[in-house]
């Protein structure tokens, strides 16, 4: 009878020891709930980081290499009725000289755009500054329709010569007019301060890349038996020259002599974009400025 009373104490002594334990551990669980502690870290010991990009202007340590163009018709292809323009030429050829892979990244190029439409873009879209710290090579062409502006207000009363015909997306032209250089004199010096803009601002987003900007070339040169409209495109790509070099990852690349002596040739039916021809002839002249870079 004394065994199984002294049985029965331990039993209960048990259970109200077990019952008090789980009660604590319910409330220490409880209370490191509502007021956690900070939890001690050695000195030494960094708090992890996601792994940063790599940034580096060597292509030879690159998988890939990310193209991004930007600025007006030229650079989106206006005339090239394959649809690849000059950047999807230069991606081919960079590929094949390369061999690894190119992409063309993003191109943010709106065919009439003039210097102060592309900062005015820029302003609206993020997405151009960030693609940009993406890139490991940047395309661009601006500053024809500033100064040529579509053909408006540059063809004027000349010496009868035949204007080419409008087309959409092309300069206008009355019949019988002649080339003015007067009113692309007069555009000058505000697309020459664009340009500057243009220029710090894509040389800031994309430190590690190498930058191109595609200098002008005549499109009105057989309507300008006079030539009087050269001295303005080499005025424009004297002072853009200056412009890119203040910055050590732009390069100029011209393009007035590809089109001079063999314009019909190189332009498309519009008179003022060039063909695929007129494209993969700048294409040319980029992928061999590339090449000596990387020599």
């Given at each position: 009878m004394r065994s199984t009373r002294w049985l029965w104490r331990t039993v209960g002594f048990a259970a109200l020891l077990s019952t008090v334990l789980c009660a604590?551990?319910?409330a220490y669980g409880i209370n490191q709930i509502i007021f956690p502690k900070p939890v001690a870290r050695d000195a030494t010991e960094a708090p992890q980081q996601p792994a940063a990009k790599p940034k580096t202007d060597n292509w030879e340590a690159k998988d890939q290499i990310r193209i991004v163009a930007l600025g007006d018709s030229l650079s989106a292809g206006t005339g090239d009725l394959s649809g690849k323009g000059y950047v999807g030429d230069v991606r081919d050829k960079l590929e094949k000289?390369?061999?690894k892979p190119v992409f063309v990244y993003n191109n943010f190029a709106i065919p009439g755009y003039r210097t102060a439409d592309l900062l005015k873009d820029w302003d609206k879209k993020a997405d151009i500054a960030k693609s940009l710290a993406e890139a490991d090579l940047v395309l661009l062409t601006i500053g024809g329709n500033d100064l040529f502006q579509g053909g408006a207000g540059i063809f004027g009363p000349g010496d009868?010569?035949?204007?080419?015909?409008s087309t959409p997306g092309s300069p206008d032209q009355e019949a019988g007019a002649g080339f003015n250089p007067k009113a692309a004199a007069?555009?000058?010096?505000d697309a020459l301060k664009s340009l500057e803009q243009i220029f710090d601002r894509v040389s800031k987003a994309s430190p590690h890349a190498r930058i191109f900007y595609v200098g002008l070339y005549h499109p009105f040169l057989d309507l300008d038996p006079q030539r009087e409209g050269a001295p303005l495109i080499q005025q424009w790509?004297?002072?853009?020259?200056?412009?890119?070099?203040?910055?050590?990852?732009?390069t100029l690349v011209p393009t007035y002599d590809l089109f001079e002596l063999n314009l019909n040739k190189y332009l498309y039916t519009?008179?003022?974009h060039p063909n695929q021809d007129g494209y993969d002839r700048i294409a040319d002249r980029i992928a061999?400025?590339?090449v000596d870079i990387l020599k």
């Open positions: 604590v551990g319910f000289q390369l061999g009868g010569a035949e204007a080419p015909k007069e555009r000058i010096p790509n004297a002072a853009a020259f200056d412009l890119a070099n203040r910055y050590p990852n732009i519009d008179h003022f061999d400025r590339i």
